[in-house]
C-alpha cells in the first residue's frame, strides 16, 4: 500500500505564494502520474493539477492556470505544488493523489487515482 503525505499548508494573505508538497512513504513518486485536488467548505472536490508518470504531460484546471505549478521533485523524490498570487476562492484542504496506470494527466483530472493523501489545509485570508 502506497501512503500518500501532504505537507505546506497554512495561513496566507490573498497575492501571497505557498508550496505544497507529497511524498510517499518509503519510496520515490518519480514514476507514478500525480495531482492535487481540493475540497473548499462546501463544495465538491476539483483537481487543481496533474503531471502524468512521464512528466510530460500536465492538466490545470482553468482556475489555477497561470498561478500554480505541478511539477516533479527529483532530488526529493516527491511531488510539488507552487501555488503564486493566491486568491480567496484557493482556500480547501487539498489532497494528493498517485497513480502507477500511466493513464494520461486529463483522464486522472476526472478522480480515478489509486492513492490519496489525507489532506492539508490552504487557507487564503484577505
Known amino acids: 500500500q502506497v501512503q500518500l503525505a501532504e505537507s505546506g499548508g497554512g495561513l496566507v494573505q490573498a497575492g501571497d505564494a505557498l508550496k505544497l508538497s507529497c511524498a510517499a512513504s518509503?519510496?520515490?513518486?518519480?514514476?507514478?502520474?500525480v495531482a492535487w485536488f481540493r475540497q473548499a467548505p462546501g463544495k465538491e472536490r476539483e483537481c487543481v493539477a496533474v503531471?502524468?508518470?512521464?512528466?510530460?504531460?500536465?492538466y490545470y484546471a482553468d482556475s489555477v492556470k497561470g498561478r500554480f505549478t505541478i511539477h516533479k521533485n527529483e532530488a526529493n523524490h516527491s511531488n510539488d505544488l507552487q501555488m503564486n498570487n493566491l486568491k480567496l476562492e484557493d482556500t480547501g484542504v487539498y489532497y494528493c493523489a498517485a497513480d502507477l496506470r500511466g493513464f494520461s494527466a486529463k483522464y486522472f483530472s476526472h478522480g480515478d487515482m489509486q492513492y490519496w493523501g489525507q489532506g492539508t489545509l490552504v487557507t487564503v485570508s484577505q
Open positions: 518509503g519510496l520515490s513518486l518519480r514514476n507514478f502520474a
Open positions: 503531471i502524468n508518470d512521464l512528466g510530460g504531460s500536465t
